[in-house]
């Protein structure tokens, strides 16, 4: 293929963003094969704007979806019927959709009314469970089926698109490129504000939490938890950028506020929330990304949930699956402070998620598609 391969990237969230910027920064360096076209859903707004910014990217359109606490089927729709237009308007060669969001199904789906071919990023990611997380493994599940290429993070990933008989020939083992932004916000000289107030003896935990399965109780009990901590221990300082969700802001503040050592903040920036990361002594979340991140950085996470589509980094000994029982979610706070053995074997572990040179096999994959005409057949072995 001679002329260049128009490639649309379509994302609207925080996570998606951080991973996908890479993708279209090294598109923008080998602009004489790769001409891309940006489109946000704006499924968020003010996160979203944060990561547009740091990476100093434009969009070339956005759908402006955002509503307080919207539902899933009005992001969905909306999504679908603004697309209609902008595919059929800009003609792209692929489209590529990141990761589980309802922004990337809902794309995903628009690529196939348009017969668009889908190239999924961070694909085969599982949990096997239809229900948690909630609704990203069907997400991910569905823009499987729906995607003709295929950027696995892991062999791992890889495997689990080959149980569901997906085309071999079009996965391609490339990283993870969370490792890509990571490797440019890191810097060991890194200040911030929240950092003054806090004692050099003490030990920051940085906290993260929003998955729609742990809103409400599972929320609330597992701050329940963290609050007594702090209370108990004197050297420690929770840090919580709160999601802007109503839904996490509500119980967030309602268990913590008043509470000297637990510092909540803004949603941070992508550098920020990277170089926080990196001062922290261990983690706390149910993010994704962040557990994606932590290995690379050489910090411990508790992980907030039940299940995990990211089982490397529990291999890796990285993270540690705690769930929101407060049982559990307290003798896993208590074990990581006091056993410092524990705390250094989890702190050790390898990063599992690649070289921080997805970005660039991931390009280096499309090329090879369209220049060796791959995307002909079925998308099913
Ligand atoms: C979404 C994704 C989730 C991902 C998360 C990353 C779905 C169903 N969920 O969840 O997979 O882990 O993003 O953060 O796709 N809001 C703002 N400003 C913002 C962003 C959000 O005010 O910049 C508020 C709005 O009231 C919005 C609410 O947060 O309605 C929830 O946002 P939404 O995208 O629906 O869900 P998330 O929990 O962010
Ligand atoms: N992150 C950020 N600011 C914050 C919290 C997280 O920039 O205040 C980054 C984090 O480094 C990771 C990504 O956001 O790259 C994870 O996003 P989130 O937890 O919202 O979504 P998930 O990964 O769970 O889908």
């Known amino acids: 293929m001679n002329k260049r391969i128009k490639v649309m990237t379509i994302f609207g969230t925080r996570p998606e963003a951080i991973k996908m910027a890479p993708i279209i920064l090294e598109m923008k360096k080998r602009s004489d094969k790769f001409e891309p076209i940006t489109v946000l859903t704006g499924q968020h707004k003010e996160m979203l704007d944060q990561v547009m910014d740091i990476f100093n990217i434009q969009e070339d359109y956005n759908l402006h979806v955002m509503k307080a606490q919207q539902t899933l089927s009005s992001i969905t729709t909306t999504v679908i019927n603004k697309l209609d237009s902008i595919i059929e308007g800009?003609?792209?060669?692929?489209?590529?959709?990141?990761?589980?969001?309802?922004?990337?199904?809902?794309?995903?789906?628009?690529?196939?009314?348009?017969?668009?071919?889908?190239?999924?990023?961070?694909?085969?990611?599982r949990t096997w469970n239809k229900y948690s997380p909630y609704p990203e493994e069907m997400n991910r599940q569905m823009t499987d089926i729906l995607s003709d290429v295929y950027f696995a993070p892991t062999e791992l990933s890889k495997e689990n698109l080959l149980k569901q008989n997906l085309n071999q020939d079009r996965i391609y083992i490339t990283g993870n490129t969370a490792i890509d932004a990571l490797k440019q916000t890191v810097d060991k000289d890194y200040h911030h504000d929240v950092l003054d107030d806090i004692s050099d003896q003490h030990k920051i935990i940085l906290l993260t939490m929003h998955r729609r399965e742990n809103q409400g109780e599972p929320m609330r009990r597992t701050f329940e938890v963290i609050k007594d901590e702090v209370l108990k221990r004197d050297d420690i300082e929770v840090v919580y950028p709160v999601h802007l969700s109503p839904a996490v802001q509500n119980v967030a503040h309602d268990v913590f506020d008043g509470i000297d050592r637990v510092h909540l903040i803004e949603p941070l920036d992508v550098v920020d929330f990277h170089n926080m990361a990196a001062r922290s002594y261990f983690i706390m979340t149910d993010s994704g990304g962040v557990q994606e991140e932590a290995p690379s950085l050489g910090k411990p996470v508790l992980v907030l949930r039940d299940t995990t589509e990211r089982p490397e980094g529990v291999d890796a000994g990285t993270l540690k699956l705690v769930g929101t029982n407060q049982d559990t979610v307290?003798?896993?706070?208590?074990?990581?402070?006091?056993?410092?053995?524990?705390?250094?074997?989890?702190?050790?572990?390898?990063?599992?998620?690649?070289?921080?040179?997805?970005?660039?096999?991931?390009?280096?994959?499309?090329?090879?598609?369209?220049?060796?005409?791959?995307?002909?057949?079925?998308?099913?072995?």
């Open 90 to 125: 800009a003609k792209p060669d692929i489209i590529l959709v990141h990761g589980d969001t309802t922004t990337t199904f809902a794309a995903a789906i628009s690529a196939f009314y348009h017969q668009v071919p889908l190239g999924h990023v961070e694909a085969g990611l």
């Open 330 to 381: 307290r003798k896993a706070f208590d074990e990581l402070i006091d056993d410092d053995q524990l705390y250094k074997n989890m702190a050790t572990a390898q990063n599992p998620y690649g070289d921080g040179k997805a970005s660039i096999q991931i390009l280096d994959a499309i090329k090879d598609i369209f220049d060796n005409n791959k995307l002909s057949g079925d998308n099913n072995e």
